[in-house]
């Protein structure tokens, strides 16, 4: 799994990289590992119709479903900030249709992770219950 992660981180910063967000300037990277053991990439997306923008996680979980996946074993979010950035509601529950007891979340600067949680943590009421989602 370590050297997961460290694909993970690289995954991230190069989706980072590539972020499209010229009107918050805030750019977000994100990685989604899935059962499959391959790596998925979003970035956060905006638009100038700011409703029609979409988030790193959103576009990762997309890549994952349009690769082939079926589970989702972590996901890396990857922000240039003081304060780590957690997935939006939205996004949480995206992830948890597509998690187990054990997905986990990883939350990271543009070099390291500097918090992890399950799913679960973040998101103890999904609106799913997990166990069916097996
Ligand atoms: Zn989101």
Not at 72 to 83: F, N, T
Request: glycine share 8%; charged share 25%; with cysteine.
């Amino acid at each position: 799994m370590r050297d997961k992660i460290a694909e993970l981180l690289a995954a991230a910063k190069q989706a980072h990289g590539r972020a499209y967000a010229p009107y918050s300037g805030f750019k977000v990277g994100a990685a989604v590992l899935g059962d499959d053991d391959k790596i998925y990439m979003g970035c956060n997306t905006e638009n100038i119709s700011y409703p029609c923008g979409s988030c790193a996680e959103q576009n990762a979980v997309g890549a994952f479903v349009c690769g082939g996946g079926h589970k989702i074993k972590a996901v890396l979010v990857m922000a240039d900030s003081i304060k780590t950035i957690s997935p939006c509601g939205a996004c949480l529950q995206r992830i948890n249709e597509f998690a187990d007891k054990e997905t986990t979340i990883y939350l990271a600067d543009l070099e390291k992770i500097r918090q992890t949680y399950s799913l679960r943590e973040l998101l103890p009421n999904a609106f799913n219950d997990l166990e069916i989602n097996k």
